[in-house]
Structures are given as C-alpha cells and as structure tokens.
C-alpha cells in the first residue's frame, strides 16, 4: 500500500506541469492542487474519528488517491517556481544554491515526519485508545495549513509567467507522431531519407518546437535507467523499517525507539553530508584533480554507492539472521544509511539541476516532472518484485536490488558518455562553494543525433 501510494505521488507531477506549463502557471497550479491536498487531509482525519458513519476503507482511498494527487501535481511545480525568480546568468551562483537548499529543507521535513508523529502518537491519547491518531493527523495538516498561507502571502512577488497556452505534452506527443508517420511514409516511397527522424515534422511544426522536443527525448533517454536508484531509494520506509523491527532498539544503552523512527537515520546523515561534500570534499577534488565534479559523473557515482548500500543491507540481514532475535543493535544499520544518503547526494541534487537546466524554457515544469516520475516507477518497482515474491531470503532480495542497480548505472554511463550537451544549456558544476554556470557552445548541429559517427561524436563530445 506504501509503494502504490508513493507510484501515484510521484507519477502525478507531470499533471501538474502540464498545467503549469500551458494553462494555468506554477502559482496557480500549486493554490488549486493546495485546495485537493487539503480535502484529502480532512478525510484522513474522519477516517480515524469514532462513529463517522462511512465505509472506512472507501474514505481511506478517497483521502489518499486526494492526498497523491494534490501533492504529487504541486511538487514538480514548486521546484520550477523557485528556479525561475532567479535571472541568467547574473544569478547563476543563486540558483546552484537553491537546489541544494531545496533538498536540504525537503529531507528536513522528511526528518520531522520521521520523528515527531511516532512521538505524538504514542504520548497522546483520545477516544479512549493509547494510540491518537487523530492528534497526529490534525497536527499534520495544521503544519499544511500555515506553510500553505505562508506560501499565498508571496504571490503576488513572484515572476509572470509565459504560458504556451496550449497542452505542450500533447503537442510534443503529436510532433513525434507526425515525425514517425511522414518517415514510414517516405521509407514505402523510397524518397531521401533526412538526418534525423525529427525533420519528418518540418512545416507542420515550428523547427524551434522540433528542435526542443529532441532535446526533452534526448533528457529523457538518459533518465530511463534510474528508476531502479528510487527503488532502493523507497527501501527507508518499507523493508529498512522492517529489517529494523528484528534489530535491538536501544541506542548508546540509554534510549529505546521504535523501528519507524529508525530510517531518521537518512535525514540525519545528509544534513552532515550536504556541507561536507560542499566545504571539503569538492575544493579537494578540484586541488587534486584540477577538474570539477561533473553532474553526470556524479549521478553515475551515486548509483553506484546506492548499490552498495544494498550490499550492506544484505550482509546485515545474514548476520541478523545468524543471531538470537533483536540482539543486533540497530547502530549496524548506520553502514546502508550512510551509503544510500551518500548516493542521494550525489545523484538526486545533480540530478535534478541536470532536469531543470537542460529542459527547454517551455518545457521545464514538464521535464522537471519527468524526473519526479523516475521516483514513481521506482516503487512500482518494488511493488511488482514485492508480489512476484521471488526470494525465501530477505538477504537475496537486498543482493538482487544490487546487482539490478550495478546494470542500471552501468547503462547510464554508457548514455552520458554519448549524451551532447545542447546549444542553449546551462550546467552546474558540483562547486558549491562558488556553483559556477557554465554556458554551453553550438556542440551540434541542429537535428544532428550525437552518435550520427563514431568519429564526429568523438571529436563534440563534451565531459558532462
């Protein structure tokens, strides 16, 4: 149910961004998703209200199909509004900053999620049980309700913003096609066969708009072997909590918390490794190296940590099941977070700014979306994996996501080396401390695919 959930919470930005995008704007799009968002939040509450009268699992469907949808179709949204107050490339530093702070404030409120409703849920009691959910659930959407007027109080601060006033996803999809239908048109008639497949949909599209739809093809052919990375990333909160429940609870003899409070572990890790990685390993490396950390490079170097980190999980479970139940203390659990948290750094933040900098102007929210949308085939995922029910030992299933995510980044690397970067990109480099722009030249002829040759390919590839 956690996963499926999740798939509908991450799947559900591209909604958003095609709002965002043609119709409505970000702003717009994140008050009226804001309004569904809520309304799923007061049925949750009811759920857990005595006597409310209705099918209580009709109620919950409802509050949480409400609750994915409204927050899934804002998330893409909000990470697009932020990155466009800022004005290229005057404030290219600015905007480096802002997606590092904007999973640095994410993964904090992750943190508190974590932490504080196991907390109130356990010292709290009403309706004459020990457990108050409702405590948790109205504590939950009063903080939604503050962050949301906080939110409204600045919008009449933020950019405009140019609409294509019309569903670009729709245009896109009929660009391609148009594209692929004149092609296998012209192929039956033996005419000349063009460049690149795009230019079939010349003087029905506008080659701008062709131009940029090769460029969201080509972003989104590199994306396409990272949803293994967010199944093993969705792992906190399913089968880490789980493999915690066997584990001894106690830290530093002193403390007992529960399983669920157990995968605070990753928050807390990252909120170390953000500065570190900005303050000492990345001035090192560029001393060292006389290079930057490429975006690319690293995703490629988080997904490897995050398979790793499953390494760790699978010996871990070996040794707990080796053990008398619950005499492993939860501590040997630190190895897999710090791991996976490392992974995060170094896949998801470069990531993301790779999406947004790298998408067309029209296109942004929609791009954006799309790597949200790798979070969402990640659990689904595991959910498929979860009921094919392959492995009798927990330890093999952790191996398997492993190994699946070694093939995964391996295939990434192999796209990067040949992915070009575009005439009109921007890519950050990993220096945090100064998050220098750098402004990419014509590398490409317009509709010219990377790899048209081995040997012009070899000579405008571009370390990326």
């Known amino acids: 149910m956690l996963h499926i959930f999740n798939f509908f919470g991450q799947f559900c930005p591209i909604f958003g961004a095609i709002l965002a995008d043609s119709y409505f704007g970000n702003v717009r799009t994140i008050s009226y998703f804001c309004i569904l968002y809520a309304t799923g939040w007061i049925l949750l509450i009811l759920t857990v209200m005595p006597a409310v009268g209705i099918s209580l699992i009709f109620l919950v469907s409802v509050s949480l199909l409400f609750i994915a949808i409204g927050n899934g179709s804002i998330r893409a949204c909000i990470t697009s509004l932020g990155a466009q107050q800022f004005k290229l490339p005057e404030q290219a530093t600015r905007l480096a900053e802002y997606f590092s702070l904007y999973y640095f404030v994410y993964y904090f409120g992750i943190l508190l999620s974590k932490i504080v409703p196991p907390l109130v849920r356990a010292k709290s009691q009403c309706f004459g049980k020990t457990d108050c959910y409702p ?43 148009h594209a692929l239908v004149v092609k296998w048109r012209n192929e039956n008639q033996n005419e000349q066969p063009r460049t690149y497949w795009l230019q079939y949909a010349v003087g029905k599209y506008d080659e701008d708009f062709i131009k940029d739809v090769g460029r969201v093809l080509k972003i989104c052919k590199l994306f396409m072997p990272l949803p293994v990375y967010f199944a093993l990333l969705a792992q906190q909160d399913s089968s880490w909590t789980f493999q915690a429940s066997m584990m001894n609870m106690t830290v530093a003899e002193m403390i007992t918390i529960q399983p669920d409070q157990a995968k ?92 947004f900098t790298q998408a067309p102007a029209s296109m942004k929210s929609v791009v954006t979306a799309a790597w949200f949308i790798n979070n969402a085939f990640g659990n689904l995922i595991v959910v498929i994996l979860t009921q094919l029910n392959m492995f009798v030992s927990q330890s093999n299933e952790y191996f398997f996501y492993a190994v699946i995510m070694f093939i995964s980044i391996i295939v990434f690397a192999m796209l990067a080396y040949d992915y070009v970067l575009q005439e009109t990109g921007y890519l950050f480099t990993n220096n945090t401390n100064d998050n220098m722009l750098i402004r990419t030249q014509h590398l490409a002829q317009k509709y010219e695919e990377p790899n048209t040759s081995a040997a012009s390919t070899s000579s405008r590839r571009t370390s990326v």
């Open 135 to 177: 405590a948790v659930f109205g504590m939950l959407g009063l903080s939604f309700a503050i962050s949301w007027s906080i939110f409204n109080l600045g919008k009449f601060y933020y950019k405009a913003e140019k609409l294509a006033e019309e569903n670009i996803l729709i245009k896109l999809c009929g660009c391609i096609k």
């Open 264 to 355: 605070a572990m990753g928050p807390i890790l990252l909120f170390i490794l953000i500065p570190l990685w900005q303050y000492m390993c990345t001035p090192c490396i560029r001393r060292l190296f006389g290079r930057e950390v490429k975006p690319l490079h690293s995703v490629t170097a988080g997904g490897v940590c995050s398979a790793l980190s499953f390494i760790c999980a699978g010996v871990l479970q070996e040794y707990i099941n080796s053990q008398p139940y619950r005499s492993v203390n939860i501590a040997w659990q630190i190895p897999q977070f710090l791991l996976l948290m490392l992974g995060e750094l170094l896949l998801s933040i470069p990531g993301l700014k790779f999406a």
